[in-house]
T-cell receptor
Framework: EPEVTQTPSHQVTQMGQEVILRCVPI?????FYWYRQILGQKVEFLVS????????KSEIFDDQFSVERPDGSNFTLKIRSTKLEDSAMYFC?????????????FGPGTRLTVT | DQQVKQNSPSLSVQEGRISILNCDYT??????FLWYKKYPAEGPTFLIS?????DKNEDGRFTVFLNKSAKHLSLHIVPSQPGDSAVYFC????????????FGTGTSLTVIP
């Protein structure tokens, strides 16, 4: 069964450093997403991406964040200057269609720890 | 801005009995609802969904009920099995906001053998 993969599984970085989280969505999916979950809290939407551009983003997704699909398979989330409060699980997801009727398939997540 | 709420952080049920997980929402524009299941160290996996034109959707042991007037949905698992022990998230989306899902905080279900 096709699945979304994410690397690394755990990333530790110092405050102020840049991090890039990587995702390989399911190959025939067209829509890509990043979510995060701070420990003990809900899963929060960050951004959706379609046709090589951002289609929606939340208030969390400020100028410190950027997304890119550098080639035909990878989808990346970059945090330019990490803060302590960026520590969370980051989930990548992908879907075939755009409306809520298309389920999103999630990767296993990357645990980001900012020290 | 808690548009989707799961007020029970945890639930314990005996194996073989029914598990009922509840979810409330505030945005009347939500027209599609999903339940995701999450095991530790894994991403959420899709379980079952329902659109706002229905009030019930069943898939094997899992049934989701939607009460639009009360802005409430519930997930019934019957019979519950130990392998069902996980965190369950409900999520909702509105067609006019495209593909953004709003998640609840999750309910941790423990099925006791």
């Amino acid at each position: 069964e096709p699945e979304v993969t994410q690397t690394p599984s755990h990333q530790v970085t110092q405050m102020g450093q840049e991090v890039i989280l990587r995702c390989v969505p399911i190959s025939n999916h067209l829509y890509f997403y990043w979510y995060r979950q701070i420990l003990g809290q809900k899963v929060e939407f960050l951004v959706s991406f379609y046709n090589n551009e951002i289609s929606e983003k939340s208030e969390i997704f400020d100028d410190q964040f950027s997304v890119e699909r550098p080639d035909g398979s990878n989808f990346t989330l970059k945090i330019r200057s990490t803060k302590l409060e960026d520590s969370a699980m980051y989930f990548c997801a992908s879907s075939w269609g755009t409306t809520g009727a298309y389920e999103q398939y999630f990767g296993p997540g990357t645990r980001l720890t900012v020290t | 801005d808690q548009q989707v709420k799961q007020n029970s952080p945890s639930l314990s049920v005996q194996e073989g009995r029914i598990s009922i997980l509840n979810c409330d929402y505030t945005n009347s524009m939500f027209d599609y609802f999903l339940w995701y299941k999450k095991y530790p160290a894994e991403g959420p996996t899709f379980l079952i969904s329902i659109s706002s034109i229905k009030d019930k959707n069943e898939d094997g042991r899992f049934t989701v009920f939607l009460n639009k007037s009360a802005k409430h949905l519930s997930l019934h698992i019957v019979p519950s099995q130990p392998g069902d022990s996980a965190v369950y998230f409900c999520a909702a989306s509105a067609s006019n906001t495209g593909n953004q899902f709003y998640f609840g905080t999750g309910t941790s279900l423990t099925v006791i053998p």
